[in-house]
């Protein structure tokens, strides 16, 4: 029986135990936490956004970053292999706008249950409060063993660094199987924060403070070139945006080259379309219907029909049309001017928020030195990656816990 020891207790790692236990391997599962599975219990809210509904092509276009690296595990293990496994041990799924699966239970522990639950049965013994401080070789490239922060080692024939990234360090996501990597040789590439709330000096953002907005459209444009779009759900904060699709736009920014400098430069905008559904013509149609409506009313006063109470003073400044004008003083130019706040609200974007509050990492252990097939490393005989460690991250959706699931299965049964 072969001896495989998995350093990292989150998703990627538990389900590296899973497929390891059930081709037979003894299994120990080295976690630093107190218990497995703490940042799997705040995914989705709390809720766990366990994978998505699409099809796996969709997978790869949703990975902004080397999606053909998982071309194969995705299809060892997929999505509807990961909610048969579920749906097994009595968690029963649901799919949500956006083609979301969750728990129906909307709870997070139930999938973490159903995995620990799968793991007692397969007899994984899992060490908690327990730190990897090195992987032992044999000095020919080969893995002998894992030795603990306590000073004592465990034997193993094959290990799975599933350590995560560096984002939400208080689960235990600290970058420590970078260190662990790099010390056997591995090349780490760039660390950054991806899906990250992103940050503005615009007062506006400070007067929406609180405000969500659904349903909306954003382009992400770096140097007058759009990078992204998207259409969805987005929150107005302290510091700037947030909200799911502002999140995915981060990926790209992150991802451009000399960003630093050209943020320093003041060359990027979020812009917002508030009202997708309808072009130029069609709201300034329905402007004019509203304004028919309420032509005695001041202009301040004729907006509520059309936009939150919040966002009323803001597009009114953003139009400089005087709020106590008639609704039929109003010329066509200043309409005109509405229409184009609605269709093209901008907000100038400086920077993001750091790493610890980024849902995933974006950058890891360089892919050029793993076999895709297998997930075993190039360098060293039996050293296997899953997870958030490898240099691959995707968008919202699920679509990184999937990640997690299909290099963890694929790590464990190699």
Do not use: R
């Given at each position: 029986m072969r001896n495989t020891v998995i350093i990292g207790g989150g998703p990627a790692g538990l389900m590296a135990a899973i497929s390891s236990a059930k081709n037979g391997d003894k299994v120990t599962i080295i976690e630093k936490m107190n218990s497995c599975g703490k940042k799997l219990l705040i995914t989705g809210k709390g809720r766990c956004n366990?994978?998505?509904?699409?099809q796996m092509d969709k997978f790869m276009?949703?990975?902004?970053?080397?999606?053909?690296?998982?071309?194969?595990?995705?299809?060892?293990?997929?999505?509807k292999d990961m909610i048969e496994l579920l749906e097994n041990e009595g968690v029963k799924t649901k799919v949500e706008r956006g083609e979301r699966v969750f728990p129906v239970s909307d709870r997070a522990q139930d999938v973490l249950e159903a995995l620990l639950h799968i793991l007692k049965k397969q007899n994984v013994q899992i060490l908690t409060n327990t730190t990897a401080k090195r992987i032992i070789t044999d000095g020919e490239k080969n893995v002998l063993g894992v030795e603990l922060d306590n000073g004592k080692e465990i034997k193993a024939d094959?290990?799975?660094?599933a350590?995560?990234?560096?984002?939400?360090?208080?689960?235990?996501?600290?970058?420590?199987?970078?260190?662990?990597?790099?010390d056997l040789g591995h090349t780490i590439t760039k660390i950054e924060p991806s899906l990250v709330p992103l940050t503005s000096h615009d007062e506006v953002c400070k007067e929406l403070q609180g405000l969500s907005l659904r349903n909306v459209a954003i382009q992400l444009q770096i140097c007058d070139k759009v990078v992204y779009k998207d259409f969805g759900e987005m929150l107005f904060t302290h510091f700037?945006?947030?909200?799911?699709?502002?999140l995915s736009a981060s990926s790209y920014l992150v991802k451009t080259k000399n960003i630093e400098q050209i943020l320093k430069?003041?060359?990027?905008?979020?812009?917002i379309d508030l009202k997708p559904a309808l072009s130029e013509e069609k709201l300034d149609a329905r402007i004019l219907r509203d304004f028919e409506e309420q032509k005695n009313k001041q202009f301040k006063n004729s907006l509520d029909k059309l936009l939150p109470q919040k966002l009323i003073p803001v597009i009114i400044e953003k139009t400089n049309i005087n709020e106590s004008k008639k609704i039929n003083e109003i010329t066509k130019q200043e309409r005109q001017k509405l229409v184009n706040e609605l269709k093209h609200f901008k907000i100038s974007i400086n920077g993001t928020r750091p790493i610890e509050?980024?849902?995933?990492?974006?950058?890891?252990i360089n892919i050029k030195e793993i076999n895709p097939k297998t997930m075993e490393s190039k360098?060293?005989?039996?050293?296997?990656?899953?997870?958030?460690?490898?240099?691959?991250?995707?968008?919202?959706?699920?679509?990184?816990l999937q990640v997690a699931w299909s290099t963890g299965y694929t790590a464990g049964i190699s």
């Open positions: 366990i994978t998505n509904n699409a276009e949703n990975t902004p970053t080397n999606p053909k690296f998982l071309y194969g595990v995705f299809n060892n293990f997929t999505n094959k290990i799975i660094l350590t995560g990234g560096k984002s939400y360090p208080v689960t235990g996501s600290t970058g420590d199987g970078y260190k662990l990597a790099k700037g945006v947030s909200g799911p699709i502002v430069e003041g060359k990027v905008e979020l812009e509050e980024a849902i995933v990492t974006s950058g890891g360098l060293i005989n039996g050293l296997y990656f899953a997870g958030e460690i490898i240099d691959v991250d995707c968008l919202t959706g699920g679509y990184n």
